[in-house]
Every structure is written in structure tokens, then in C-alpha cells.
């Protein structure tokens, strides 16, 4: 192997012909075979990586459990260790992409903030805050934007949260719009809302197919 840079103990330990390689800190891309082009920076980072290509893990667990999962991004301790064959995510933050110790993250999710998308195994998420589509599991397509927001989210889908708590009590409702300080904050079921302003339909919780606009 060639082009290789390892410090500290057990770094690429079991590297054969992968190149382009960093690794620093105890352990950190330990089992790396054949996997290319891929930085891992902190204890135990990319520590089960075998054959991926492109990822970079910075922190402590840091994309602890990827196998073969290609493109991944994770900065913050533990940050993406859900992801396990999944591809092209973004975790930033402690635990973000956490799956609460799972290994089922899906592709494409972008996580940013503290225990951001904590359970979810679901892909093409966006999330944007401390604990920011927190419950997710197979929810997908959501967009989350401000603290806790879509925090109780399990399986709903399409849905677009921006502002403090908003659809923070959202569990199975699908696409909804919510815009503004706990807009839309006790809807659990109801879809297809659109909700603009402080507290706007704060109360509402299984409604469907309403428009509001404005603090209520």
C-alpha cells in the first residue's frame, strides 16, 4: 500500500493495499483492507471500515460502525455511528446519526446539531439543531431547521419544520409545512398543513388540509 499516513497505536493495522489513507488516534481504521482515500482522526474512528472508499471521521467513535459504506461524513464524538453500509451522510455533532447504537442508518441524510436524527434508520433526512428529528425511525424526506424541531417524529414523511419546536409533537403526520416559533407543536397525525408564525395552529393535532398564517 502506498501513500499511506498512520499515528498512534493499531492505526491501519490491517491495511493491505488500500491507499491514500489517515489515520490518527488508537485503533482508528484498524481493520482497513483495501478502502481508499479515507481520514479518520480520533480513538476507535472508521475502527470496523473494511473495503470503503471517501470517508472521513473526525472524533472519537466517529463513524465507528462503517463496514463498506462509501462517502460518509462524521465530526463529533460517536458522531454517525448508525451507519453501517449506508452512503453519502453528513453527521455533525455527538451522537448525531446515532441510531441509538444501531447500525440501520440509510443514505443521503444530512445531521447537524447534538443527538440530531439519535434513532433514525431512514434516508434523505435534513436536520439542523440540537436534537432535530430526535425519535425519527423510517420517516423520510423531512426537513427540520431550529432546536428540537420534528423531535417526536417516527414514521412521517415530507414533512418541513423550521423554527424552535416547531411540529415538535409530530409522529405519523405527513406533509406538513411549519414555519415560526412551536408552529404546528401538538400536531401528531394531521397532514397537509401549512402553518407560518409564532404558535401558528399551535393546538391543532389532527387536522388535515389547513392553511394558517400568522400567530395564533
Known amino acids: 500500500s502506498i501513500n499511506n499516513t498512520a499515528v498512534g497505536y493499531q492505526t491501519l493495522f490491517s491495511n493491505t493495499y488500500g491507499i491514500n489513507n489517515t489515520a490518527v488516534g488508537q485503533n482508528a481504521l ?3 483492507t483495501t478502502g481508499t482515500a479515507q481520514t479518520a482522526v480520533g480513538q476507535a474512528a472508521l475502527i470496523a471500515a473494511t473495503t470503503s472508499v471517501e470517508n472521513t471521521a473526525v472524533g472519537t467513535g466517529a ?35 446515532y441510531n441509538n447504537g444501531g447500525t440501520s442508518v440509510g443514505s443521503g441524510n444530512v445531521s447537524v446539531g447534538n443527538s440530531s436524527q439519535f434513532y433514525s434508520t431512514a434516508s434523505n433526512l435534513v436536520s439542523l439543531g440540537y436534537a432535530t428529528l ?13 432546536h428540537a424541531v420534528l423531535y417526536s417524529n417516527t414514521t412521517g414523511y415530507n414533512n418541513t419544520g423550521v423554527g ?14 411549519a414555519m415560526g416559533y412551536q408552529a404546528l407543536y401538538n400536531n401528531t397525525v394531521g397532514s397537509d ?10 393546538n391543532v393535532t389532527t387536522g388535515y388540509q389547513n392553511i394558517g398564517i400568522g400567530t395564533n
Not at 419546536?165 to 406538513?176: D, F, K, M, P
Request: charged share 0%; net charge positive.
Open 134 to 146: 430526535y425519535q425519527n425511525t423510517t420517516g423520510v424526506n423531512n426537513t427540520a431547521l431550529g
Open 63 to 97: 463513524l465507528y460502525n462503517v463496514t463498506t459504506g462509501n462517502s460518509n461524513t462524521g465530526l463529533g464524538r460517536s458522531a454517525g455511528l448508525g451507519i453501517s453500509t449506508g452512503g453519502s451522510n453528513v453527521a455533525v455533532g455527538a451522537y448525531s446519526l
Open 193 to 202: 398543513n401549512v402553518a407560518i408564525g409564532g404558535t401558528a395552529f399551535t
Open 30 to 32: 484498524l481493520n482497513n
Open 164 to 177: 424552535h419546536q416547531a411540529l415538535y409533537y409530530n409522529t405519523y403526520g405527513v406533509g406538513n409545512v
